[in-house]
């Protein structure tokens, strides 16, 4: 029981102390604590009220049209933000049956407080065929996103050099104001 009183405590502390450093110097208090997201079936969120909660949400605009969004943990990059999100769009597409998609619309932004922040990315989708895409240069293929980005949004890169790196990426992100770079 003391322990836990006594951990509880050095943490507390901790994030006393560590409120007025850089992200450099919170990045490895955050990374012992947090870890990269991970793709799950069912990780539902509502953007509105659930703050910095992490997950994904879609919203169906159309027959064939959706928004998906992903939030991922502050020891998450953008781009496995990104690859969550078009996972999330395939296992969507896959589920309605449909075997190819383009991306209409992406942006990314970040949700920052004081220490932390959160990647969002959101994408504005269509499905169909490959019929349906015959003038599209190059459109996702379901299965094909499936299989490539499956085993990466699984087990993401959890070392402590990744996520410190994540960290401080993100919160440059969050102190610069500019516009988040999407791949």
């Given at each position: ?89 395939a296992k969507l597409g896959e589920s309605r049956n449909f075997s190819h998609f ?82």
């Amino acid at each position: 029981m003391l322990a836990k009183i006594c951990a509880a405590v050095f943490l507390g502390g901790a994030a006393i102390v560590l409120s007025g450093c850089s992200p450099e110097a919170k990045a490895g208090l955050r990374s012992w604590a947090f870890t990269p997201t991970t793709y799950q079936e069912r990780t539902w969120l509502y953007l509105a009220a659930d703050g910095p909660s992490t997950g994904y949400d879609d919203k169906q605009i159309d027959e064939t049209t959706f928004v998906v969004n992903s939030v991922v943990s502050e020891v998450t990059t953008v781009k496995q933000a990104q690859d969550l999100a078009l996972v999330h769009v395939a296992k969507l597409g896959e589920s309605r049956n449909f075997s190819h998609f383009i991306v209409d619309r992406a942006r990314a932004q970040m949700r920052c407080t004081m220490h932390y922040g959160n990647p969002v990315v959101e994408l504005t989708v269509k499905y169909g065929s490959e019929s349906d895409f015959v003038d599209v240069e190059k459109p996702y293929v379901v299965a094909d996103v499936i299989a490539d980005l499956m085993p990466k949004v699984r087990n993401p890169d959890a070392s402590t050099t990744a996520k410190e790196t994540a960290y401080i990426a993100n919160m440059r992100l969050c102190r610069s104001g500019g516009p988040v770079p999407l791949n």
